[in-house]
């Protein structure tokens, strides 16, 4: 089945620098990739994702690349604020009939 | 904003008593989840269901055991608790999507201690 390993697991920049958390997979038939946005007390919510056949996806300050040769995608936060603080989970799919895989998770804090 | 619940928030509970955790959505999705999510944050499938009368086990084994009488219910069952189901369970739904894409939207989450 499918694994994905996300890093680094915890994450502290100061505010307005970038972020940066990497995920690799093992599927090769993995074709969707989204990421969550898990804040303290609540469940993890979408906040980007990207198909096989992009290589790149952008929504303001979060951004999203997806090496399909590598089988590895980033997530980039830019201009990053303390409201970004949480974890973010990356996950993969191999198809609509699998489940998605997530990864560990990343802690970020943004400090003031 | 998603519409899917979860009841109870919180539960604390002695060992050896039957409990079942809620989880409802509003928004007619044929799939639903449950995770189990450790303090080290990592997210655990235990079980899932495409639809009515679908039930099927996840990549995490559990003790746990799930019903889907009707789309809009997804509730889970401990038998008999145990400290070692002590955990956060969260509770998703999504809509069977033919293509790529599947946003799965989560519920608030169940705390649970077993003492």
């Known amino acids: 089945g499918e694994n994905v390993e996300q890093h680094p697991s915890t994450l502290s920049v100061q505010e307005g620098d970038s972020a940066v958390i990497k995920c690799t997979y093992s599927d090769s038939a993995s074709n969707y990739f989204p990421w969550y946005k898990q804040e303290l007390g609540k469940g993890p919510q979408l906040i980007i994702d990207?198909?096989?056949?992009?290589g790149e996806k952008k929504d303001q300050r979060i951004a999203v690349t997806l090496n399909k040769t590598a089988k590895h995608f980033s997530l980039h936060i830019t201009e990053t604020q303390p409201e970004d603080s949480a974890v973010y989970f990356c996950?993969?799919?191999?198809?609509?009939?699998?489940?998605?895989?997530f990864g560990s998770g990343t802690q970020l804090t943004v400090l003031p | 904003e998603a519409d899917i619940y979860q009841t109870p928030r919180y539960l604390v509970i002695g060992t050896g008593k039957k409990i079942t955790l809620e989880c409802s959505q509003t928004?007619?999705?044929?799939?639903m989840y449950w995770y189990q999510q450790d303090p080290g944050m990592e997210l655990h499938l235990i079980h899932y269901?495409?639809?009515?009368?679908?039930?099927e086990k996840g990549d995490l084994s559990s003790e746990s055991t799930v019903s889907r009488i009707r789309t809009e219910h997804f509730p889970l069952t401990l038998e008999s608790a145990r400290p070692s189901h002590t955990s956060q369970y969260l509770c998703?739904?999504?809509?069977?999507?033919?293509?790529?894409?599947?946003?799965?939207?989560f519920g608030p989450g169940t705390r649970l201690l077993v003492l």
């Open positions: 996950a993969a799919r191999a198809g609509s009939a699998r489940q998605l895989t």
């Open positions: 928004m007619g999705h044929d799939k």
């Open positions: 998703a739904s999504s809509e069977y999507d033919r293509g790529f894409q599947e946003t799965q939207y």
């Open positions: 990207i198909r096989s056949n992009v």
């Open positions: 269901s495409y639809g009515v009368n679908s039930t």
